[in-house]
Each structure stands twice: as structure tokens, then as C-alpha cells.
């Protein structure tokens, strides 16, 4: 069972352009997004992240949006840069009885072509 | 961010050794600390998480006499893939968390376990 849902593989942006990369997820209990970088070969890199309390959390060229009733999160990157080609996974946090845990969405593939 | 370490960042194996994996927070205290794995092309999957002083709560359908988790210290956490096989190849990434209320986790740069 898929709790955390990126149904877009992957994406194509033009440099300068905005990337939108989206998620969806089923379970109501999470109460905390976040937004992870990896490069091949390498640990995820920690983004940005969002409270469920909150719709909109901005870092510099990074934008997190939650729209709760839609159980939707998407995060906007602009302008884009070749740099951030990427795979791009976005995570829900929640209690269970076994204490804290991220549940993962598959990954979107970014390519930002110049 | 926090920093995270991963040792070694690749290991090839003969079928039937064990290998060892050591994952470390370089700059803060990390109670908890988390393993995964990935497949290629696929979500990073859970397979356990640590408490400092504590023995690790496995995900269900991780063998936890195949994968054993010592967390000995606030900064260091070891993953031993015992009586390692070729399906076991992955790639293995630990992450660490700080107490309290952060939930925020910080990875490692991951180890790529090949066995032949």
C-alpha cells in the first residue's frame, strides 16, 4: 500500500523555467512533509520541509505548497538551474507505535535542460 | 544541514561473509537513527530504526538475525549484513535524527553492497 505518491517518473524543465514536482498521499495521520534531493549514488539531501498546519513554506528558489483537504503537496522550484537535475522524493512523517517514521513517495526524475 | 557519514561507501563481497556498515553523525548527537534500502529506481524503504542504547525496531518482512543493528553511541550506529547473499546487493543509506522534536532526518551519502 502506497501512502506517499509521486505518479510523474520523471520531468523535463528549461533552464530558468519553474519546475513543479507533486505528491500525493492517502494517510490523514501525517502531520509533516518534507522534500529530498538525491543524486545517483549518493544520500537523499534534505530541501525543505512543511507542517501540516501550514500551507506555503518558501526557502530561497524553493516553495512548498499543502493543500490538506486534497491531501496534495507540490514543490516549486524557480527559477531552475542545471544543478538541480535530480531525483526529487518527497516524504510524510507520523507517530506510530514504533516512534517516528518517513514514509516515502517513489521519486520524480527532474532534468533541467539548458 | 547535519552532517551524516557512511563506511564504506562501496563493499564487494563473497556470498556467505558478513559485511559491515558504520553510519555517524559528525556534528550533532543523534538518539535515533534509521536504515534503508533502495532498489534501483525505487522509494527508499525502511528497514529499521535505533534507539541509542536500545535494540532496533524492525520493519516487517526485515530479517533481524540477517540485519544486525548495534546502536552504541549517540554518534555511531553499525548495519552487519550476516552471511551476506546476491540478493542482498542494494543500497544501503542510514539517516539520523537529533531528540526532541525535530523530525527532520539527515542521510548519509550511502554504501553500495555488491555480492557475488
Known sequence: ?114 | GAVVSQHPSWVICKSGTSVKIECRSLDFQATTMFWYRQFPKQSLMLMATSNEGSKATYEQGVEKDKFLINHASLTLSTLTVTSAHPEDSSFYICSARTSGKMVTQYFGPGTRLLVL
Open chain 1, 1 to 114: 500500500d502506497q501512502q506517499v505518491k509521486q505518479n510523474s517518473p520523471s520531468l523535463s524543465v528549461q533552464e530558468g523555467r519553474i519546475s513543479i514536482l507533486n505528491c500525493d498521499y492517502t494517510n490523514s495521520m501525517f502531520d509533516y512533509f518534507l522534500w529530498y534531493k538525491k543524486y545517483p549514488a549518493e544520500g537523499p539531501t534534505f530541501l525543505i520541509s512543511i507542517s501540516s498546519i501550514k500551507d506555503k513554506n518558501e526557502d530561497g528558489r524553493f516553495t512548498v505548497f499543502l493543500n490538506k483537504s486534497a491531501k496534495h503537496l507540490s514543490l516549486h522550484i524557480v527559477p531552475s538551474q542545471p544543478g538541480d537535475s535530480a531525483v526529487y522524493f518527497c516524504a510524510a512523517h507520523h507517530f506510530t507505535g514504533g516512534g517516528n517514521k518517513l514514509t516515502f513517495g517513489t521519486g520524480t526524475q527532474l532534468k533541467v535542460e539548458l
